[in-house]
């Protein structure tokens, strides 16, 4: 009995034990339920937006000749990418040849890529627009045959798959026109963002210049709610930022005219066996370039380590002794000054002329000065028309340095010539002090001791076909933005550097030089064709050497229209005078000029 009553306690404990560690069994799944509940809750959820936001990238703005040609453009680019996981291998080969015809890149090439990496693989970084729709079509048509199969997300269970993928990655610089109008317009670099987006900057010429005006100003973006195909309800809810690319750029530069200048100074550069020719034209109603070309250019996107040296805008980037294109602008400071009187002779000195002067020792030396074609006796006409360097070392004499010096800044010497370009190289004039001295004077008068660029020169030679006054040589017109509106830049007003009636005794001056001096070739029968021709040794290592640049600087003149011209030959080897080298290159773009009807010549039958 007592045995039968402990086996009966026994019992009872073990279900009391077993009851207990059910109990705790129990509670621990019910914490252990609360705490998964409590991880649920407290974890951050992806629920789908109710709204969809598109971004909109802004992109550089364009450089737009006066004819409204697109000088410089602006493309976006698309990279294309593809996952081989999702590929199906039966039909990766299909994938490869269809995307092989849809970009226009080699099927080995694709091929190549995607044998020797796994996962994500970029076929292309450059895309055009064009190709991008296509290759974004071509997607959606490899997803409808089944070309990219579904595999289990590991994590999730689900099935995803990854297509082929267009993705906006930037933009680049095209340049339809080739070298037109280089180096003046430049060359750009890209750029890589944080984001991995690819834009372009300035370097050289306009497109550095104005990077600030052609550069993005703001990308677009539109936020709000969406519908169920995701695309974005316009309502009071929506937010819109509007899209602003560069500014364009409107030149004064027609293509036509450029085109066939730039074809003339390449034949000229061979025939007079030059190392480059520049030329520019000004109108002289505007002010506006309305050619500035060099037969030394390149192609802004396939730039070669030959073109180094074409890269810099010499119009401004080069500064030379100019010679005797100077001795108009000094005649024109000694008559405006009233130093001399056109009544006034000095002597020719049989051709062989001598100034003394104390070298930095102190020993007195003597500098000749020579002319080639003596005269007895030179008035200030002669000097400019047959070209003395002895008559015109002599008249300079009658300025003081203070006048020298200030005269010649006031034509614009060692100064910008032009806001629209970058880099210029001022040049220099020398001291009042130096100028004082009967050598330098002298040197000066015809062009020697002064450095000047092309642009220099051309905007103080508009002082003697304007009535004294000197305009500043423009080459962009205005901007345009997003809506077609024009802003309109900074102007200039002309400056009076001479009195009119001086100005007025030059231009008779300069336009007998063309026909009885000189500078005959660049008569033209019905036109008022007036310049002067400078031809000037090079400095090397601080000596001259046996090698020229030759010029021409004047006017070109109908009833209705008036051209300032410069044209400068760097180191011709045919002729060392300007006469048979850069007055003929004046003399055909102004027939240019008069067949594309900017001049028309007053020809009386």
Not at 237 to 247: A, F, I, P, R, W
Request: hydrophobic fraction near 35%.
């Amino acid at each position: 009995m007592k045995d039968q009553n402990q086996d009966t306690t026994d019992t009872q404990e073990n279900k009391k034990r077993k009851i207990f560690f059910l109990y705790i069994f129990i509670s621990n799944l019910f914490i252990l339920f609360l705490l998964a509940i409590l991880t649920i809750i407290s974890k951050e959820h992806k629920i789908p937006s109710k709204y969809a936001t598109d971004n909109f990238i802004a992109y550089r703005g364009e450089i737009i000749s006066a004819d409204n040609f697109h000088l410089a453009r602006t493309k976006k680019l698309y990279k294309a990418i593809v996952n081989t996981r999702y590929i199906d291998t039966d039909k990766k080969e299909l994938f490869i040849e269809l995307f092989s015809i849809y970009s226009g890149i080699d099927a080995n090439i694709i091929r190549d890529k995607l044998s020797k990496k796994k996962g994500i693989v970029i076929l292309s970084y450059a895309i055009t627009e064009k190709t991008a729709k296509y290759l974004q079509k071509l997607s959606y048509e490899l997803r409808r045959f089944k070309v990219f199969k579904a595999i289990k997300n590991p994590k999730t269970g689900l099935l995803r798959t990854h297509g082929l993928s267009i993705i906006e990655s930037g933009e680049s610089r095209t340049y339809p026109y080739g070298n037109l109008l280089t180096p003046v317009i430049g060359y750009p670099n890209k750029k890589h963002a944080e984001n991995g987006f690819t834009f372009i900057k300035g370097i050289k010429g306009l497109e550095r210049k104005f990077e600030p005006e052609l550069s993005a100003r703001q990308d677009g973006r539109k936020k709000g709610p969406r519908d169920v195909n995701s695309y974005i309800i316009l309502n009071q809810d929506s937010y819109t930022k509007e899209q602003l690319n560069g500014l364009n750029l409107k030149l004064t530069i027609p293509v036509s005219l450029q085109i066939k200048i730039e074809k003339m100074l390449d034949t000229m550069k061979l025939k007079t066996q030059s190392k480059q020719i520049m030329i520019a034209i000004m109108d002289m109603k505007t002010s506006n370039i309305i050619t500035i070309a060099s037969s030394n250019r390149f192609f802004p996107t396939k730039i070669q380590r030959s073109d180094y040296s074409s890269l810099r805008s010499s119009m401004i980037e080069y500064s030379f002794e100019p010679g005797s294109v100077l001795k108009p602008i000094t005649l024109g400071l000694l008559l405006d000054n009233k130093k001399i009187k056109l009544s006034d002779l000095v002597s020719g000195h049989k051709g062989r002329y001598k100034i003394k002067y104390e070298d930095s020792k102190g020993r007195t030396k003597h500098k000749k000065i020579i002319d080639e074609h003596p005269r007895g006796w030179w008035s200030p006409e002669q000097t400019i028309v047959h070209s003395s360097n002895i008559a015109i070392a002599q008249y300079a004499q009658e300025l003081s340095g203070y006048e020298f010096r200030e005269g010649l800044l006031k034509f614009g010497f060692s100064q910008k010539s032009t806001p629209d370009l970058i880099s210029e190289r001022d040049g220099s004039v020398l001291s009042a002090n130096q100028l004082r001295d009967e050598i330098y004077k002298a040197t000066s008068s015809y062009g020697y001791g002064i450095k000047a660029n092309l642009m220099q020169l051309i905007r103080a030679y508009s002082v003697f076909n304007n009535d004294g006054q000197m305009l500043t040589p423009r080459i962009v017109d205005y901007l345009i933005d997003e809506k077609n509106q024009r802003i309109p830049l900074e102007t200039y007003e002309p400056l009076e550097v001479i009195k009119k009636s001086t100005a007025n005794i030059l231009k008779k001056i300069l336009i007998k030089t063309v026909n009885k001096g000189t500078g005959k070739k660049a008569i033209i029968k019905g036109l008022e064709i007036g310049g002067k021709t400078g031809t000037a040794h090079i400095v090397e290592k601080g000596n001259y050497v046996n090698r020229y640049n030759t010029s021409f600087m004047g006017f070109a003149n109908d009833k209705n229209s008036k051209y300032t011209i410069g044209v400068v030959v760097i180191q011709p080897t045919s002729s060392q005078f300007a006469s048979k080298t850069a007055v003929p290159v004046f003399r055909k773009a102004v027939e240019i000029m008069v067949e594309d009807g900017y001049l028309k010549p007053n020809i009386v039958k």
